[in-house]
């Protein structure tokens, strides 16, 4: 079954740190795609990034950064130089390919709080 | 594109009556999924939908909820009748029936049962 773990359920930083936000997932399935989602505090769900299994170059998109590494199974996002707008609560997604590949498990997600 | 529509954007209701929410997904989206997110549970799968047929329903909770898509462009979930334990932001989502594109989401329901 597949499963999805962001065991930070809050972090706070000052702002102009660098946060890395965790997510560890689990799947039988060797063909999958990763997903990340941002929720800022007015509620609606915000597509970032999404990765399938069989590329695991990590990707950079000005602040963000994320880092794919199957052998942990893990996806981890990365924003440097944070800032007060960054703040928000960050998903991460799993959708298999087998079982109804449409669609996405969620993890509980990460709150981050980002202080001026 | 609009993006996902859904309405009412909230909905305080008795428990006990019937609340419906409502979903107009992307033009050309072939797949209609419905969540909730509560505190304790995160975001749930309920149901979802390819070309207007559910495919997979063992996310809805109990008989009380159920939900239909009787064309592609409209979707609603209902609870009947509604208890406290209902309160949950609802949200629906749609994509392209292309695994792995990513889904769109509605800006939710948030349903009070009082």
């Known amino acids: 079954a597949q499963k999805v773990t962001q065991a930070q359920t809050e972090i706070s930083v000052v702002e102009k740190e660098d946060v890395t936000l965790d997510c560890v997932y689990e799947?039988?399935?060797?063909?999958?795609?990763l997903f990340w989602y941002k929720q800022p505090p007015s509620g609606e769900l915000v597509f970032l990034i999404r990765r399938n299994s069989f590329d695991e170059q990590n990707e950079i998109s000005g602040r963000y950064s994320w880092n794919f590494q199957k052998s942990t199974s893990s996806f981890n996002f990365t924003i440097t130089a944070s800032q007060v707008v960054d703040s928000a609560v960050y998903f991460c997604a799993l959708s298999e390919a087998w079982g109804g590949s449409e669609k996405l498990v969620f993890g509980k997600g990460t709150k981050l709080t980002v202080n001026p | 594109d609009a993006g996902v529509i859904q309405s009412p954007r909230h909905e305080v209701t008795e428990m006990g009556q019937e609340v419906t929410l409502r979903c107009k997904p992307i033009?050309?989206?072939?797949?209609l999924f419905w969540y909730r997110q509560t505190m304790m549970r995160g975001l749930e799968l309920l149901i979802y939908f390819n070309n207007n047929v559910p495919i997979d329903d063992s996310g809805m909770p109990e008989d009380r909820f159920s939900a239909k898509m009787p064309n592609a462009s409209f979707s609603t979930l209902k609870i009947q009748p509604s208890e406290p334990r209902d309160s949950a932001v609802y949200f629906c989502?749609?994509?392209?029936?292309?695994?792995?594109?990513?889904?769109?989401f509605g800006q939710g329901t948030r349903l009070t049962v009082v």
């Open positions: 989502a749609s994509s392209l029936a292309r695994w792995g594109t990513e889904a769109f």
């Open positions: 799947t039988r399935d060797t063909t999958y795609y």
């Open positions: 033009s050309g989206h072939d797949y």
